[in-house]
């Protein structure tokens, strides 16, 4: 079974500081990790995904995230936030072998405050 | 490319009562999934379809739950009778494939109100 921790529930900063938004997930074989947006009412929308390669992904909104595999983690960062970045973030995992199904952290709420 | 569709957006119901959400996915995706999103926590997985066949419902309450996707295209997801725990977002997803690398993209999803 896999499972997904994100260690912040809320996360309030100033704007044009930097973010790093924490996950930890647990699985006793491969995966993939993605991190989704989701701005009120609104459904989630994907960030950024790792897959393989490159431990250090890019996404849009000029987020990244890096993978570690010796730490289970893949945290999300940027090094400076909008307003418009206020939303909530959830952390998701897919075994690789698992038919597609993702399991999602309960989410960190961002809020950028001027 | 056409999003996700999913509707009602919203949804006020008493308890006992029936409801359904439909949702339609993105042309071509095959995998189909609906969420169950409690406030304050990430979605649950409640059903997965690979085009018009079930993946996945083993977390889907199935005594008062059902859901299906007949043509392989859209979906319905039922409620019948309502519980005040339903409460919730339904959220519909599709993905291109079904090896979990794509991602999903999402629908507005429903909110569930039951009184």
């Known amino acids: 079974a896999q499972s997904v921790t994100q260690l912040d529930s809320q996360v309030p900063v100033f704007e044009e500081a930097p973010v790093e938004l924490r996950c930890n997930y647990s699985?006793?074989?491969?995966?993939?990790l993605f991190w989704y947006v989701q701005y009120p009412n609104q459904g989630l929308q994907l960030l950024l995904k790792?897959?393989?390669?490159?431990?250090l992904v890019k996404g849009i909104n000029g987020f990244e995230a890096e993978f570690n595999k010796s730490q289970t983690s893949f945290h999300l960062r940027k090094p400076s936030v909008h307003i418009s970045d206020t939303a909530e973030y959830f952390c998701?995992?897919?075994?690789?072998?698992?038919?597609?199904?993702?399991?999602f952290g309960d989410g960190t709420t961002l809020t950028v405050k001027p | 490319e056409a999003g996700v569709a999913q509707s009602p957006r919203y949804k006020i119901i008493e308890k006992r009562q029936s409801v359904a959400f439909w949702c339609n996915p993105i042309?071509?995706?095959?995998?189909l999934y609906w969420y169950q999103q409690i406030l304050g926590q990430g979605p649950k997985l409640l059903i997965q379809?690979?085009?018009?066949?079930?993946?996945?419902d083993s977390q889907l309450p199935k005594d008062r739950f059902s859901a299906e996707r007949l043509k392989g295209v859209d979906s319905t997801l039922k409620i019948q009778p309502a519980k005040l725990e339903d409460s919730a977002v339904y959220l519909c997803?599709?993905?291109?494939?079904?090896?979990?690398?794509?991602?999903?993209?999402f629908g507005s999803g429903t909110r569930l109100t039951v009184v």
């Open positions: 997803a599709s993905s291109l494939g079904v090896a979990g690398n794509y991602g999903y993209t």
């Open positions: 699985s006793s074989v491969s995966v993939y």
């Open positions: 790792y897959l393989s390669g490159s431990t």
């Open positions: 998701a995992v897919t075994h690789n072998t698992n038919a597609g199904k993702s399991t």
């Open positions: 042309s071509g995706h095959a995998t």
């Open positions: 379809f690979q085009n018009n066949g079930v993946v996945d």
